[in-house]
């Protein structure tokens, strides 16, 4: 993750946000090196299938994985 002081931030704001945007990475800003701001690209959001994309074909599930449940797990 990276990090940029409030005063560079403020001299490079646009060519900052544009390599965040294009980078798809956070970046946390300093006041006098202490952690204040953190700012982030909003992500897209996935659907079910998309998350799991790389695993379909290789993992079989009987039941919907997308419906809620009630069932407790044991604290092992």
Known sequence: MLTISKSKLKTHMLRIFREIEKSNEEIIVTDHGKPVLKICPIRKQRDVRQ?????QGR??????????????WDIV
């Open 51 to 55: 998350v799991f994309a790389d695993v």
């Open 59 to 72: 993992i079989n599930f009987i039941d919907d994985v997308t419906s809620p449940t009630t069932d407790e």
